[in-house]
């Protein structure tokens, strides 16, 4: 090989060094993740924005992001993505909401470069009821509202026959007493129920 041309095959390597790092490294430039949440009643919607800058290179198109997402410290997926012309990127992921808090991770790496960032998902609170206890000795209905949990909510059937329980209006658990068939005097109980997972649960007293 001439001194010409390892001359041009070095000269090559630097540039490339310069660029994007020898050997594919980008090392050069920054790597930034910023993030947006939207949550609603059940659901949450967490966008992670990247991007990618190096003062060296103009078109940064197709520069390619590995990614890895945790929910709560446990891995929950991976993947790659490409930047534009810009060096940018984003990507959105959907999780259920649950009682207790939950922290998304993102961490992202292009070369030698990586940048985390983290998010967290308000919880939905305790699962609770306005009265943990019904009084039906002197009345054929009655009502309590549930709050906090994964609605939509669910609630047993009383054991007593002519005692009924169900869910009205989303977060209304309403009771009802026959009083031809209910002639005597007792108590029994209801359990009620969210959708999270685990389910959250917790027992209504109802005194006839």
Not at 35 to 53: G, I, N, R
Not at 163 to 192: E, M, R
Request: glycine letters at 10%; a negative charge; one cysteine or more.
């Amino acid at each position: 090989m001439s001194y010409f041309k390892v001359f041009m095959a070095a000269l090559a390597c630097i540039i490339v060094l310069v660029s994007a790092g020898c050997g594919g490294k980008n090392v050069n430039g920054s790597l930034t993740v910023d993030s947006t949440l939207d949550s609603a009643e059940t659901t949450a919607l967490v966008t992670f924005s990247v991007q990618y800058t190096n003062p060296q290179v103009t078109d940064l198109i197709n520069t390619k992001v590995d990614y890895q997402l945790f929910v709560d410290g446990t891995s929950y997926g991976s993947g790659t993505q490409y930047t534009n012309n810009s060096g940018a990127f984003s990507i959105g992921f959907a999780f259920d909401r649950s009682a207790a808090d939950q922290v998304i991770k993102f961490v992202a790496r292009t070369g030698d470069l990586e940048s985390i960032e983290s998010v967290i998902i308000p919880g939905l609170g305790k699962l609770a009821v306005s009265e943990g206890v019904v009084d039906l000795t002197s009345t054929t209905s009655a009502s309590v509202t549930i709050s906090g949990g994964l609605p939509p909510y669910n609630t047993t059937v009383p054991s007593v026959s002519g005692i009924t329980a169900q869910i009205s209006g989303g977060d209304t658990l309403l009771f009802f007493k026959n009083s031809i068939t209910v002639t005597t005097h007792g108590t029994t109980t209801v359990t009620v129920t969210d959708s999270s997972t685990p389910a959250q649960s917790l027992i209504v007293s109802i005194i006839y």
